[in-house]
């Protein structure tokens, strides 16, 4: 055991620490800020090579207005943002680390209006001002690191219980940390995102509205114990209580 202890701190040394914005969370991650920018923006325009670029001019034009309200909100002048309307049915939106966001047509029927639709565009820049994507690399690499220390030692000491092992470890580093830690992030990208649709000037209680929209969409999600994402019902009830906590400053 003290051989997978001495492992772990070699791992987390390794990294770099840092807090989140907003939130202050402590968080451990392996690549610089720099590095995760260039390879944010060598996938950002890689995708844009064979994405559908959106014609609509009026719809284009409104996400680059509601993203650029959300970026100057951000105050994170490293960035070098830029928005894009994609042509694809899909209910989804991203943004790359370095501020390279993509939204879906598929997602304008589900926001009703510029807040609900600031509501994803925030949520989705959240999860690279927080460095949600290199964390997880990291944590992953932690993981990894582990299971090799463990299976070292199993070798030497136990190797009729190594396969063993690793079938109980895929399991339970999946239902009992990745995934959580999946939901954990979606929760403070919902957190930060509150924050910044206010300090852009939008109207926060329509942030519960969108979920509800999506929840009305999709009344067959997985449970949330086997997704990355937390129930809607969870998610709405939380930021409920974000927008209370921000209306009580």
């Given at each position: 055991m003290k051989f997978l202890y001495l492992t772990l701190i070699a791992l987390l040394l390794s990294g770099c620490l840092g807090k989140t914005p907003v939130t202050g969370r402590s968080q451990v991650v392996f690549m610089s800020a720099d590095e995760e920018n260039a390879v944010g923006a060598k996938g950002y325009h890689e995708f844009l090579q064979t994405a559908k670029i959106s014609t609509n001019k009026a719809q284009t034009e409104r996400i680059q207005r509601i993203?650029?309200?959300?970026?100057?909100?951000?105050?994170?002048?490293d960035f070098n943002w830029e928005f894009n309307l994609v042509e694809d049915k899909q209910v989804n939106a991203w943004c790359m680390p370095g501020g390279k966001v993509v939204v879906y047509t598929g997602i304008l029927a589900m926001a009703k209006n510029d807040d609900q639709l600031a509501t994803v565009m925030a949520h989705e820049v959240s999860h690279a001002l927080a460095r949600h994507g290199a964390e997880r690399m990291s944590h992953q690499k932690i993981s990894s690191g582990v299971q090799q220390a463990a299976n070292l030692l199993l070798g030497v000491t136990?190797?009729?219980?190594?396969?063993?092992?690793?079938?109980?470890?895929?399991?339970?580093?999946?239902?009992?940390v990745m995934l959580p830690y999946g939901r954990s992030h979606e929760h403070e990208a919902d957190e930060i995102g509150i924050h910044l649709m206010h300090k852009a000037g939008y109207n926060i209680h329509e942030a519960p509205k969108?979920?509800?929209?999506?929840?009305?969409?999709?009344?067959?999600?997985?449970?949330?114990?086997?997704?990355?994402?937390?129930?809607?019902?969870?998610?709405?009830?939380?930021?409920?209580?974000?927008?209370?906590s921000i209306e009580k400053k």
């Open positions: 993203g650029n309200k959300i970026a100057k909100a951000a105050k994170r002048p136990a190797p009729e219980y190594t396969n063993a092992f690793n079938l109980a470890y895929g399991v339970g580093t999946k239902y009992g969108f979920w509800q929209n999506m929840k009305a969409a999709n009344p067959n999600a997985p449970m949330e114990f086997l997704s990355t994402h937390p129930s809607d019902d969870n998610r709405i009830q939380k930021i409920s209580q974000i927008i209370t």
